[in-house]
């Protein structure tokens, strides 16, 4: 039986932001494929970069199994892999020319290797998996097994022959999610992931994926593994996996790390009707569209089976920028599914994206002013990030130089010429969150005075954590003044 050592590209310890918030989620995608190999008769075994200190750890590893194959196969349902940091990418070089040191086959499968595979041939891998490779990589390595030296039949594969790189058609994505065998969550540690998130929030979380894919086209998001259909797992082999999960992990929280959580009519409410007749508890973060939670009965089905906490693609407060992008979406229904969600105990929270092309000043002025007045629960703020693949990238690639990604998730470093210069952006991300935070303190004191009976001491610390950032916001603003001449 051969033996396959699969691992993927994410250090924890190479993006100190992460780090710091200590909040990891398993690599789902590697676990996935690990999990169809095995299932077809292979030896899987997983060395988890996660927490490891360099890539240089996977030597001993390399050691221990001997293993026939390599994969590299990074987990595409994070978003952390789809920034494609150069950090990562380093380390994934290294990993491969030290797998390949060791007589391994090298086999890639991950978001930066579908839109840069000559990069990651010329460093060494044997082969590339381009989009999502679960099957690919299974009808790969049945081939190789079989010594047959003709791959081009294979889809979604890209390789060398006679000094030329090869890249076979695209495979179609699956249909069938259900068909998949369950992750192999045997194979991984889970308890360091649980120390990292009870030492950062007191409480364990883990990771699921229900779905693949997102129809949507907003132009600046990119989808190489996935791509832009939707195919759904059943609410009942979802609620399977939970059972199996909570038995195995008694984890507290799920993060539903879907592009677009129960997108399928009737979906929640089914999910909902299976959990409440398991009588299962838990609580779950998803990602949703403001447009598609405007139905109360889905917010409502959502609470039902233990949502908490939503985070929707608002982006912008400006219509004209939502619009450049091709959001699909409207400002009015960032409000109205916000409201709608404090209504029903979900928290909303919004993924807010500053420096699209055409942004002005009064521009970035109405996305905080829709910050600061709907105050949801939890911002990321990022600066837009233009990757291979989108029709962002190719309206601004000219402008992109030598560095065309972040080192780390923390640079937030502008890549093309804007309004305003990269440093503005930067100072604009610690303006805002100061302000948001002082907005939230004026809030918990509105409601000290208007409404005490249910106020408490989280209350109280919230309101006094004002004084803080009164100061903080106004001195962070004379900053971003100063920058905004440069």
Known sequence: MKHILFSHSYFLRLDPKQWAIGQPYPPLGTLYAASLL????????????MFAYSPE??????????PDFFVLYDDGFNYLTKMCLTNM???????????????????????????????????????ILTGEAEFTLLELLNAIQKNENDFSEIKGIAFMHDRYIVKTPKRNVI????????????IIDIEPYRDKWINSVGYFSINMATTRGCPFKCNWCAKPIYGNRYNTRSPQNVVDELKMLKEKFNFDHIWFCDDIFGLKPGWIKAFADIIEKEKLTFKF??????????EENNIKDLARAGCEN?????????????????????????????????????KPSFFIQFGYPGETKEDIKKTIAMINALLPYEIGISVSYPLPGTKFYENVKSE?????????????????????????????????????????AFENWK?????????????????????????????????LNLLEKI
Not at 98 to 106: D, P, S, T
Not at 330 to 341: C, D, E, G, S
Not at 450 to 469: D, V
């Open 38 to 49: 095995r299932k077809n008769g292979y030896d899987v075994s997983l060395f988890d970069t």
């Open 57 to 66: 750890n996977i030597i001993a590893e390399l050691k221990k199994r001997i």
């Open 89 to 127: 990418r380093e380390a994934a070089f290294t990993m491969i020319r030290i797998a390949k040191e060791k007589g391994c086959k090298v086999i890639v499968s991950s978001s930066d290797a579908t839109d840069r595979y000559e990069m990651y041939l010329n460093a060494g891998a044997d082969f």
């Open 175 to 186: 249909k069938e999610l259900d068909m998949l065998p369950f992750p192999a969550w045997d």
């Open 285 to 294: 973060k998803m990602q949703g569209r403001v447009d598609l939670l405007l």
């Open 310 to 346: 939503i985070w929707m693609g608002a982006e912008s407060g400006s219509q004209k920028i939502l619009d450049a992008m091709d959001k699909g979406t409207t400002v009015k229904q960032i409000f109205v599914a916000t409201r709608l969600l404090k209504k029903n105990k979900i």
């Open 400 to 440: 992109l130089k030598e560095k065309t990604n972040w080192t780390d998730s923390n640079e937030m470093a502008l890549m093309f010429r804007n309004t305003y210069h990269p440093a503005f952006y930067k100072q604009l991300h610690t303006y805002v969150h100061k302000s948001y935070r002082m907005h939230l």
């Open 447 to 479: 409601q000290l005075f208007t409404n005490p009976i249910k106020s408490n001491l989280h209350t109280l610390r919230k309101a006094l954590s004002g004084l803080y950032y009164m100061p903080s916001a106004f001195i962070e603003k004379r900053k």
